[in-house]
């Protein structure tokens, strides 16, 4: 069964590169997502109310991709590994909002990385 819990700003949620059995739902306040890089933390974002993070290493059994942070004082719903299963499973509405959530994520990647390569490059330059 899911269950609620805080954090204050500076505690970590979740760290890069441990395993993961549990998937977060922010119902209150803000989360930093952070990657280390020959020892330097990198920002790459943040997530708010409603959304879900943490079912990368739950659905492909690899570590955690990323560190998550509060920002704030924030609550999150924590999900098990079966609990997160049988609701994939039973419930498509679910399943579906959590497919466009990682869909999301990709094209905002995708887009970031496009942008990285024509700073690179030089604006208007094919590769």
Do not use: W
Not at 47 to 64: A, Y
């Amino acid at each position: 069964m899911s269950s609620a819990c805080r954090f204050e700003p500076g505690e970590i949620i979740i760290k890069e590169d441990d395993v993961g059995e549990t998937v977060f739902i922010v119902e209150r306040g803000r989360v930093d997502i952070t990657k280390e890089k020959d020892g330097e933390k990198i920002y790459l974002g943040y997530m708010t109310s409603g959304d879900i993070f943490g079912e990368m290493s739950i659905i492909d059994d690899k570590p955690r991709s990323a560190t998550v942070t509060a920002a704030e004082e924030t609550i999150v719903n924590v999900i098990h590994r079966d609990e997160f299963f049988d609701i994939l499973q039973s419930n498509q509405a679910a399943a579906v909002k959590i497919l466009k959530a990682l869909f999301n994520r990709l094209r905002e990647t995708n887009i970031q990385l496009l942008q990285l390569q024509v700073g690179k490059e030089g604006v208007g330059e094919i590769p």
